[in-house]
């Protein structure tokens, strides 16, 4: 069983700037494609970006593009998601999870609790 923790989120002012943390505290997250996802009131769940276990893949919804990163740090068995120039229509709640390939999406078996991100005008 694989337990994520998100962390990060809180009330930031439009144009300002979140790290998000996905961390397990009992696994190592190396051999894990983790993905960023959230959701927002009101609306589906959403897919945010994607890292692949090799790194070799990484993805991002259109909607963050040229404003997030996405990253690993295994020392840490941290994989972090960065945005900037935050919207106000970046509020939601965000969640990791982790599976085998960045493809199975919202299919992903292990998931956190989530993170409020909550932005400004």
């Known amino acids: 069983q694989l337990q994520l923790v998100e962390s990060g989120g809180g009330l930031v002012q439009a144009g300002g700037s979140l790290r998000l943390s996905c961390t397990s505290s009992r696994r190592s997250l190396s051999s894990f494609a983790i993905g960023w996802f959230r959701q927002a009131p009101g609306k589906e769940r959403e897919s945010v970006s994607c890292?692949?276990?090799?790194?070799?893949?990484?993805n991002y919804a259109d909607s963050v593009k040229g404003r997030a990163t996405i990253s690993r740090d295994r020392a840490k068995n941290t994989v972090d998601l960065q945005i900037s120039d935050l919207r106000p229509d970046d509020t939601a709640v965000y969640y990791c999870?982790?599976?085998?390939?960045?493809?199975?999406?919202?299919?992903?078996?292990?998931w956190g609790k989530g993170t409020a991100v909550t932005v400004s005008s």
């Open positions: 890292l692949s276990a090799s790194g070799g893949t990484i």
């Open positions: 999870a982790a599976d085998d390939s960045c493809g199975l999406g919202l299919r992903m078996d292990y």
